[in-house]
């Protein structure tokens, strides 16, 4: 059965235990794959929301034991890094309603810290995943070694507690905060778009001291982008891969995967798009995308663990750094402009 439980107590569904790392095949399908190119080179980060309003998993993790629970059986699932939010990111709209609720930096705090001390405590490889300096810093101190920043760098006070704590940067591709609706859904060539989008923020973030090599891209799925255009922007995963800088995709359970694969009536709620969310991790393994970020750790895992053993993914991938083409030159450190939006209140 997909969804109920979290996914990391699969084992309870009489499921065959999930052979855990190392990754590396027994045999070599693929004539031309040496052994290291048989090493799956796509992490896995499991999503672990200490909110009461997230879109697929909200309020199941809200005490601090049952969160921690819910962080150690991800790893023991086969997570490599548990990524820890605090505010739910959830875009208001259609699909959501009401979508996020506000939280102050203080209660989200409150929320992430004593999960990620313990986590860390534990030996785990942690991110925080917020858009508030003051929680990034608390996260750093707690010993969190990535900041995952759904707004794309918005706060400059974010970036430049990054650049002094000297942590992994993801910067994930966003317009206001997340509503899939128009003006933020408006693009010229969204795959195009989103690429110069994100290298702006790269260069906004390089201009206050978060080094280059520490930046991660990702296209954002389901944020400020219609079902189609995450779809998009999934098969082109390449592109961003293209860059040179490391990239995560987010595409777990999101509503574009149950929307892009219903033809009529209602599509399938968040637990039930366990198909749809392996075949996206599957999708960006191959185009080199090096880590994703998902809710169903050990059937992912396996999934990308078959990628690896055949020699395929981001150790084959093959594409040169076109990191600030001339075609960027436009968009260096510059916010981008969406016509008729309001400055988004990240805080
Ligand atoms: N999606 C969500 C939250 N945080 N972070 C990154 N980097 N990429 C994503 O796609 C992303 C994210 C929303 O999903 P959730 O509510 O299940 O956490």
């Known amino acids: ?22 990754l590396v095949a027994s045999v070599s399908p693929n004539p031309s794959a040496s052994t290291a190119q048989c090493q799956a080179q796509c992490a896995v980060w499991g999503v672990l929301n200490v909110t009461p309003d997230s879109f697929s998993d909200g309020g199941r993790y809200l005490d601090v034991d049952a969160a921690v629970a819910h962080g150690l059986a991800l790893a023991a699932a086969g997570a ?18 009401e979508g996020y609720q506000d939280v102050s930096a203080e209660e989200e705090r409150a929320r992430v810290v004593p999960v990620i001390e313990r986590l860390v405590a534990a030996g785990l490889v942690v991110s925080v995943d917020t858009v508030k300096a003051e929680v990034a810093e608390a996260a750093i101190a707690a010993g969190a070694r990535h900041v995952n920043d759904v707004s794309m760098g918005r706060s400059e006070r974010l970036l430049e507690v990054c650049a002094r704590g000297g942590v992994e940067l993801v910067l994930m591709h966003n ?6 609706r128009e003006p933020f859904t408006v693009y010229g060539d969204v795959i195009a778009d989103v690429r110069a989008e994100l290298l ?7 201009a206050l001291g978060v080094a280059r090599e520490r930046i991660w891209l990702d296209p954002g799925l389901g944020f400020a982008k219609t079902a189609a255009q995450s ?3 999934l098969a082109a995963t390449a592109t961003l891969v293209a ?25 399938a709620p968040p637990t039930e798009r366990l198909g749809g969310s392996i ?7 191959l ?29 084959l991938s093959s594409s040169k750094p076109d990191l600030h083409t001339r075609s960027d030159e436009g968009m260096r450190g510059r916010r981008p402009e969406v016509e008729g939006a309001k400055e988004a209140p990240w805080r």
Do not use: N, W
């Not at 317009?175 to 899939?180: I, L, S, Y």
């Not at 702006?200 to 390089?206: E, G, N, S």
């Not at 075949?279 to 393994?285: D, F, G, R």
């Not at 080199?288 to 999934?303: E, I």
């Open 287 to 315: 185009a080199g995308a090096r880590a994703v970020r998902v809710h169903d750790v050990a059937p992912t895992r396996q999934a990308l663990a078959l990628v690896g053993a055949l020699g395929l993914g981001a150790a």
């Open 200 to 206: 702006a923020a790269v260069d906004r973030a390089c």
């Open 175 to 180: 317009r206001g905060r997340g509503e899939v």
């Open 243 to 267: 860059t040179g800088l490391p990239v995560l995709v987010g595409a777990s359970r999101k509503s574009f995967l149950a929307a892009l694969t219903t033809a009529e009536g209602p599509v």
């Open 1 to 22: 059965m997909i969804g109920g439980a979290p996914r990391s107590e699969d084992a309870a569904d009489g499921a065959p235990p999930v052979v855990e790392a190392p």
């Open 279 to 285: 075949a996206a991790a599957v999708i960006a393994a």
């Open 231 to 233: 779809g998009a922007l």
């Open 80 to 97: 490599d890094v548990i990524d820890v939010g605090g505010e739910s990111t959830r875009p208001r709209g259609a699909t959501y309603g």
